[in-house]
């Protein structure tokens, strides 16, 4: 430990650098003792942990990881969407990651497809989980307010020349909505 005008520095494990002591992060999981890391190093080595992980279980370790803290963790942004109103992972995935990435490979999961509950008012669970497309995914929100059936109907109105404003008053949604399903950005695969 070397200290110069009164800043206490302290030498990173990893990379050696020198740092103020409030720069470091202290590693808490040795056992005997504790290992000092600058931020930098600590986060660097977290980061590959994660991505080795991921590549690990081909993805899946990164859909259950963002699952658990939409559901558990208070601070994450979608909370309130999950966690705070009862949506739940069941005690078998929660309890052994190892059973949720045999059901995900043996239930359809490829790269590029999200995890996606049927009934949005129930916890993930084998029963009420399937992989979707993004777009199969967002149309299944409690949100949404078209159904292919409506679009079916606003793709006959725009043709026969309905205003974008008139359609998107008659099905209560947002005019830009409209005109996305006029370019064809949004429910693109939609009969």
Same mark, same amino acid.
């Given at each position: 430990?070397?200290?110069?005008?009164?800043? =206490?520095? @302290?030498?990173?494990?990893?990379?050696?650098? =020198?740092?103020? !002591?409030?720069? +470091? /992060?202290?590693?808490?999981?040795?056992?005997?003792?504790?290992? +000092?890391? #600058?931020?930098?190093?600590?986060? =660097?080595?977290?980061? $590959?942990?994660?991505?080795?992980?991921?590549?690990?279980?081909?993805?899946? +370790?990164?859909?259950?990881?963002?699952?658990?803290?939409?559901? %558990?963790?208070?601070? /994450?942004?979608? %909370?309130? &969407?999950?966690?705070?109103?009862?949506?739940?992972?069941?005690?078998?995935?929660?309890?052994?990651? =190892?059973?949720?990435?045999?059901?995900? !490979?043996?239930?359809? %999961? &490829?790269?590029?497809?999200?995890?996606?509950?049927?009934?949005?008012?129930?916890? %993930?669970?084998?029963?009420?989980?399937?992989?979707?497309?993004?777009?199969?995914?967002?149309?299944?929100?409690?949100?949404?307010?078209?159904?292919?059936?409506?679009? !079916?109907?606003?793709? $006959?109105?725009?043709?026969?020349?309905?205003?974008? &404003?008139?359609?998107? @008053?008659?099905?209560?949604? /947002?005019?830009?909505?409209? #005109?996305?399903?006029? @370019?064809?950005?949004?429910?693109?695969?939609?009969?």
């Amino acid at each position: 430990m070397i200290t110069t005008n009164e800043t =206490e520095l @302290r030498k990173c494990n990893l990379c050696g650098g =020198e740092w103020p !002591l409030s720069e +470091y /992060h202290k590693d808490r999981t040795l056992r005997g003792g504790h290992r +000092y890391t #600058c931020k930098r190093c600590a986060k =660097e080595a977290t980061r $590959r942990s994660y991505h080795s992980k991921n590549a690990d279980t081909n993805g899946l +370790y990164g859909v259950f990881a963002s699952m658990k803290k939409r559901c %558990y963790n208070r601070n /994450h942004i979608s %909370y309130s &969407r999950y966690g705070g109103r009862g949506i739940t992972i069941c005690d078998g995935w929660l309890q052994a990651p =190892e059973s949720f990435f045999s059901w995900a !490979l043996a239930n359809g %999961y &490829r790269r590029g497809l999200q995890i996606d509950r049927i009934d949005n008012d129930r916890g %993930y669970a084998p029963e009420n989980c399937r992989f979707a497309s993004p777009s199969t995914n967002i149309r299944n929100r409690s949100c949404t307010k078209l159904t292919a059936d409506d679009v !079916l109907q606003i793709r $006959r109105l725009l043709a026969s020349g309905f205003p974008q &404003r008139t359609i998107a @008053r008659i099905f209560g949604t /947002h005019c830009s909505t409209i #005109c996305n399903i006029n @370019r064809g950005t949004v429910w693109r695969d939609a009969p």
